[in-house]
């Protein structure tokens, strides 16, 4: 009897939610710009690799600072994109469903510029670690060129 009375609390306090077929992961990445141009078999690659991670309100994701090497597709939920500012944290966006964090990371391996903090209870994102995703940039000239120009935005001059 405990354990029902211990399932129907974590239930009431984080909702369980089914997960995403390959197909719906396939969709998903799909609606991000990095992955538009990138080969069918490629985008099922990064889905097949990627895992749900689900996460509560005001959880850092990424801490600036130190070292991420995942890249994040969100899912559900909205983030809070914050870099230091003298003393405190300031916000610099808010990304919801469909967007990516954390590629400059997962890419270079650098310390992150940012932080980035889930806002919404129950916030779901897509993970895939550094080491996959170089792996199958490598395959795909295509993802490469468009993940080249993801990241070129953050160039000076190309907001």
Do not use: W
């Not at 966006?93 to 889930?118: C, H, N, P, Y």
């Not at 996959?132 to 490598?138: E, M």
């Amino acid at each position: 009897m405990e354990f029902v009375r211990e399932l129907n609390f974590l239930q009431e306090k984080r909702p369980l939610f089914k997960m995403l077929s390959l197909e719906e992961k396939v969709a998903l990445l799909r609606t991000v710009e990095m992955f538009e141009s990138a080969p069918d078999e490629i985008v099922e690659k990064i889905a097949e690799l990627s895992t749900e991670k689900t996460f509560g309100e005001n959880e850092d994701l990424i801490q600036v600072r130190k070292r991420c090497s995942n890249l994040y597709v969100s899912i559900r939920g909205e983030f809070s994109v914050l870099v230091p500012d003298g003393e405190v944290m300031r916000e610099v966006a808010r990304l919801g469903k469909g967007k990516v964090f954390g590629e400059i990371g997962a890419v270079s391996g650098l310390a992150a510029t940012a932080t980035v903090r889930s806002l919404t209870p129950d916030s779901q994102v897509l993970a895939l670690a550094g080491a996959p995703f170089h792996a199958i940039v490598s395959q795909s000239p295509e993802l490469a060129e468009a993940v080249l120009r993801f990241l070129a935005r953050y160039l000076p001059g190309n907001k």
